[in-house]
T-cell receptor
Framework: NAGVTQTPKFRVLKTGQSMTLLCAQD?????MYWYRQDPGMGLRLIHY???????AKGEVPDGYNVSRLKKQNFLLGLESAAPSQTSVYFC????????????FGDGTRLSIL | AQTVTQSQPEMSVQEAETVTLSCTYD???????LFWYKQPPSRQMILVIR??????QNATENRFSVNFQKAAKSFSLKISDSQLGDAAMYFC????????????FGKGTRLHILP
């Protein structure tokens, strides 16, 4: 009963490097989300997807790209990492836009030097 | 634009006592959902309780209950008989019932349980 799995859990990058964070869910959820969590800021929505093949921008999308080629996977990419992108990243999924709660992964701590 | 405000960055409560965490929100929508999530030091986000805006009855889950005041746009969380395991960061969240991108989290309240 894995739920939402994020890989990797930790990563250190140098400025300008690129990387992809992977999120996988096994609950057949339609909706998936990427958030970043910074001290004193709560969670802020980066991008989201309402189904396979769809993506949309959230509150803070700049510097990130996403893809949802398969229903169970939602990838977050950083093309050219910047120190301002140092954060903890959370993936979440939900069955729909309803009172059903989001299920979260355990987060990825990303440091950009 | 919707906003969620948690005015208490930190709170402390004695074990076995009751504590209330406040949350206010601003919206022009009439149909929405409200959630409280708990984030312990393990970093995992866990649903505590949820409330549908169209329901007048306050939600309750064991020791956790809410005081939902729709007109005042207030959604406070009451934790009764506080336990050491309740120590965590608590986030209030708003979700629009009509827009996919309107999911707003408050900045959180860190709750300390004193033995």
């Amino acid at each position: 009963n894995a739920g939402v799995t994020q890989t990797p859990k930790f990563r250190v990058l140098k400025t300008g490097q690129s990387m992809t964070l992977l999120c996988a869910q096994d609950m057949n959820h339609e909706y998936m989300y990427w958030y970043r969590q910074d001290p004193g800021m709560g969670l802020r929505l980066i991008h989201y997807s309402v189904g396979e093949g769809t993506t949309a921008k959230g509150e803070v999308p700049d510097g990130y790209n996403v893809s949802r080629l398969k229903k169970q996977n939602f990838l977050l990419g950083l093309e050219s990492a910047a120190p301002s992108q140092t954060s903890v990243y959370f993936c979440a999924s939900s069955p729909d836009r309803s009172n059903q709660p989001q299920h979260f992964g355990d987060g990825t701590r990303l440091s950009i030097l | 634009a919707q906003t969620v405000t948690q005015s208490q960055p930190e709170m402390s409560v004695q074990e076995a006592e009751t504590v209330t965490l406040s949350c206010t929100y601003d919206t022009s929508e009439s149909d929405y959902y409200l959630f409280w999530y708990k984030q312990p030091p393990s970093r995992q986000m866990i649903l505590v309780i949820r409330q549908e805006a169209y329901k007048q009855q306050n939600a309750t889950e064991n020791r956790f209950s809410v005081n939902f005041q729709k007109a005042a746009k207030s959604f406070s969380l009451k934790i009764s008989d506080s336990q050491l395991g309740d120590a965590a960061m608590y986030f209030c969240a708003y979700r629009s019932a009509n827009r996919d991108d309107k999911i707003i989290f408050g900045k959180g309240t860190r709750l300390h349980i004193l033995p």
